[in-house]
């Protein structure tokens, strides 16, 4: 039973709660948390600061406006225009991903290893794949099936054949509509909201939305660690754990909750996992049924890259046809024959989250290597498209040309000077902030837990999701 209908929707009058773990979060890791905490018979309270999320809205506008964090407005200051897109709603960010679930690579554990041998006795590699997969059968993860993968996902493995492979997604009721960024309109995906959170509170956890916290408080002393905030009405919350507060409310919002409440902790690691896009035209029209994210590759993930293939709504489709007058208006009506893939980068940058008048700002700034690594990614993905049968590709790159015929112009675009602010990018998966010790506590604040993506050390160049509910397990197991 979907979790919408078993929560405190926000309150009018002021609310106190005691629990044995009260968790600041409802997306992947929270909403982990509460499942195998509760279901070791704890005692949980759930916060989550956006509202349920409902039935999936219409349009991208209203997505925006219901689902993401500021209505997909948040940015990082820096000099490369970067926004980052946050779930606010019951189930976080799970509600619009693409549902992708790439399991944290090895080779980026054991980097951890050897720079810090605590992350060998935090985080044992076999216990975290023992936890991977349990978390892959709790949420029905499975490759993309070929009746899924549409126009995009064919065209994709068309241009890189081998080195592309069918996404393992957590989408077991997926129909193929392309909506996933929108949230789900038929609830095919096994999102936080729909699996996790209604097994949890079926084993007794109490689940409160529309409930900002803003502030935290260590278990100094005889005090018990603690939480207090608002609902949206103004009511205010407060909220104390018998043993700790699992804080699972992302890398940005974690360290500035720490930060805001006057606590040290926060450190300056932000990280993120910048991406971008381009398009490609073809002769005929291509399947419009499929996953958002049907097809990707990790050929080149140890030169920094991930490639998926990516389905848009058709107003943001639009706005990446090139052109003027008559001829984009010749493009716009050919729209049915636009594919669009696009490249992730490990980027090497480190940032920091910071306390601002409302709220979070986020500094950050890519290095030259990390653009030119995105240029590199690029490149590679507009030959595949023109060996896939494309036509023309877009690349959207200032200081490239418009439209792109030839394996050399292709070719070209990795060896253009690297310059801020050339490429349109945006980061959905964002990376570190906190130093935690042992149990996962936040350094010298005990009782403060961290269960997100904000304690890892580096970013894991793929998609997080996998990897944070394998950690989420495992932090919840430390403290059962």
Known sequence: ???????????????????????????????????????????????EEGAAAGPAPGGAAEALASLYRDGGAVAAIGPDPLPLLQGCCV???????GGIQVPLPEAVWREWVRRDSRWARLLPWEELERCREAMDRELSVAPTPPGLWGGNGRTMLAGLGEDARPTRRNAPGCRGTGRCLQGCPHDGRASA????????????????????????????????????????????????????????????????????????????????????????????????????????????????????????PAAFKRARVPGVGRKLQERLALLDRVALWGVCVRAEAVGAVRRGPWGPIVHYALTPRDRQVMLRGLSILAIAMLEAGASEVWPAVYGAPEIVTSRAQAAALADLPARPGMVPMVATHLFG???????????????????????????????????????ATLVAEAWS
């Open 193 to 312: 909201d729909l699996t996790l959170l209604p097994r949890a509170i079926g084993d007794g956890a109490r689940l409160y939305a529309r409930c900002r916290v803003l502030r935290v408080f260590p278990s100094w002393g005889h005090r018990p660690a603690g939480v207090a905030g608002r609902f949206r009405s103004g009511a205010p919350f407060r909220a104390h754990a018998r043993r700790a507060v699992i804080l699972a409310a992302s890398a940005i919002q974690t360290p500035w909750l720490i930060a805001r409440s006057g606590l040290p902790g926060a450190m300056p690691a932000f990280q993120c996992h910048p991406g971008s896009a381009l398009a490609g035209l073809f002769p005929e029209a291509l399947d419009p049924t499929g996953a958002t994210q049907a097809m990707e590759s990790h050929a080149w993930l140890g030169d920094g890259l991930k490639f998926e293939t990516l389905g848009m």
């Open 433 to 471: 902030g906190v130093h935690v010790t042992d149990r996962f506590q936040v350094a010298g604040l005990p009782g403060l837990v961290v269960a997100d993506s904000s304690l890892f050390p580096t970013n894991l160049g793929v998609n997080p999701m996998s990897a944070i509910t394998a950690v």
């Open 1 to 47: 039973m979907p979790a919408r209908g078993l929560l405190c929707d926000g309150s009018e009058l002021a609310v106190r709660e005691m629990a044995d773990f009260v968790i600041v979060g409802s997306g992947a890791a929270g909403a982990t948390c509460a499942r195998w905490l509760a279901a070791a018979g704890h005692e949980v309270v759930v916060v």
């Open 91 to 97: 189930g976080g960010t799970t509600v619009i991903n």
